[in-house]
Nanobody, 118 residues
């Protein structure tokens, strides 16, 4: 089992910034990767950003490249999503995701709401 606890969502004006945090109950090096997904009303859940356990390999959705940065802190252990120049279309529930190195399961956080007003 992997427990994920998210925080940092909220309401912000367009052009503003937010930082999301996801703290895991597991040592990050037991995880293949961690990441953030989001789901807006009426839409499917979509990938936002991923980072592997080493922290060297990162992947971003085209829609957030240059504005969002994913990072991780081994000691806590926590994965962050720094979001800048936010746009109304970034409004969604953001979910933390973790994939362990072994097994087929993936784990999800409870979600945190991000609302960007125009």
């Amino acid at each position: 089992q992997v427990q994920l606890v998210e925080s940092g969502g909220g309401l912000v004006q367009a052009g503003g910034s937010l930082r999301l945090s996801c703290t895991t109950s597991r040592n990050i090096f037991t995880l293949l990767r961690m990441g953030w997904y989001r789901q807006a009303p009426g839409n499917e859940r979509e990938l936002v950003a991923l980072v592997d356990a080493s922290g060297r390999n990162k992947h971003y959705a085209d829609s957030v490249k240059g504005r969002f940065t994913i990072s991780r802190d081994i000691r806590n252990p926590t994965v962050y999503l720094q979001m800048t120049n936010l746009k109304p279309e970034d409004t969604a529930v953001y979910y933390c995701n973790a994939k362990p190195r072994t097994g087929d399961s993936e784990y999800w956080g409870q979600g945190t709401q991000v609302t960007v007003s125009s």
